[in-house]
């Protein structure tokens, strides 16, 4: 079977697997960040090259990108969890903010 196909059985089954599938790819992308990250002390930096500043910066920035998508793959594990992502909340609480005309109807309304 190759890793797109679901197993056989009840959906429950296929549910539970993308969530251990997300948890599994999540520690796989913690790796590569790691590694990423270990691109810094390649003795290449040790060496005065004009290029030197441009490459560590994009290490630092697919360093970033893999963090990112690590916590994405997390938001997928919580929202399968049935929990809403702190996002959510702040955009929910600047919609209401938005919404209030004064400051006293904004807290309010973030006491419903």
Known sequence: MDNNQEPTGSSSNKVDNIKSRCDRLRGTVKSMAKY??????DPHFKADNPSNGE???N???AYRH?????MRLGKV???YD???????KAFESQDKFIESDS?????NKMKE
Request: overall charge negative; hydrophobic content about 45%; proline content about 0%.
């Open 36 to 41: 990423t990250l270990d691109l810094k002390q």
């Open 55 to 57: 490459m560590l910066a």
């Open 59 to 61: 290490i630092m920035l």
């Open 66 to 70: 893999l963090e990112d998508a690590r």
């Open 77 to 79: 594990i919580q929202a």
């Open 82 to 88: 049935g929990r809403v992502s702190c996002y959510d």
């Open 103 to 107: 400051l006293e109807e904004f807290k």
